[in-house]
C-alpha cells in the first residue's frame, strides 16, 4: 500500500526567510509519480511538479525548488525567500504507474504561514 | 493548460436535500474522474473513482447510495450527495484525467464547498 507522509503539520516563518517542506513516502512500485500541491485559503488545488521515479534530478522553478531522494524516499520542497503570498497549505501525493488508475495517494498537508 | 470546471462552488441547503455537483472537463476528453472530500484542516480523501461509461468504484467506507456518481460522457461527471445532512458538510473537489496510469496527471477542479443546515 502507498503511503505519503509529511511531519510538519504546520510551518510559520518570516518574509524573506528559505523554508523547506518534507515529504516522504512509501511504495511497492518501482513506477511511481510524486506531486506537490499548493492549496491557498480559496480551496483550489494549485499544481506545483509532478516528478516520475525515473528522474532524480533535482528541479528548480524560481523560488522553488525540489529534492527528490530516491534512497531516503523524500522528496522535499523549498521555498526561497518566501513570501506571504506562498502563505497556503501544501500537498505532496504519490501516485503508483502500475496501479490502472492515476489514483493519489495525498499527504495530511502542511501549513505554511508567511508573516510580514 | 487542462481546465477542469467545477459547479457550483459553494452549497447551503436545509437537511435532507439533495444537492448535486457537477464537474467538466473544458478542453480535455476525461476517460477517468475522481471525487474527493475534504474536511476542515484535513487532508483530500478519495471518495471513488468512475470510468466514462460504467459504473464508479468507491473507496472503503464511502455509502454509494449516499454519493451517486454518474459519469455520462467524457467531459461530464456528478456527484450528488442524497438526502443530505450537516455531517456531510465538507469541501467536495473533483479531478479529472486524460487516461488511465500515473503518466496522465490529474486536474483539479476549485471545489465545492457544501454545507447542510
Partial sequence: ?116 | GAVVSQHPSRVICKSGTSVKIECRSLDFQATTMFWYRQFPKQSLMLMATSNEGSKATYEQGVEKDKFLINHASLTLSTLTVTSAHPEDSSFYICSASPGQGGRQPQHFGDGTRLSIL
Fill in chain 1, 1 to 116: 500500500a502507498q503511503k505519503v507522509t509529511q511531519a510538519q503539520t504546520e510551518i510559520s516563518v518570516v518574509e524573506k526567510e528559505d523554508v523547506t517542506l518534507d515529504c516522504v513516502y512509501e511504495t511497492r512500485d518501482t513506477t511511481y509519480y510524486l506531486f506537490w500541491y499548493k492549496q491557498p485559503p480559496s480551496g483550489e488545488l494549485v499544481f506545483l511538479i509532478r516528478r516520475n521515479s525515473f528522474d532524480e534530478q533535482n528541479e528548480i522553478s524560481g523560488r522553488y525548488s525540489w529534492n527528490f531522494q530516491k534512497s531516503t524516499s523524500s522528496f522535499n520542497f523549498t521555498i526561497t525567500a518566501s513570501q506571504v503570498v506562498d502563505s497556503a497549505v501544501y500537498f505532496c501525493a504519490l501516485s503508483e504507474g502500475n496501479s490502472g488508475y492515476s489514483t493519489l495517494t495525498f499527504g495530511k498537508g502542511t501549513m505554511l504561514l508567511v508573516s510580514p
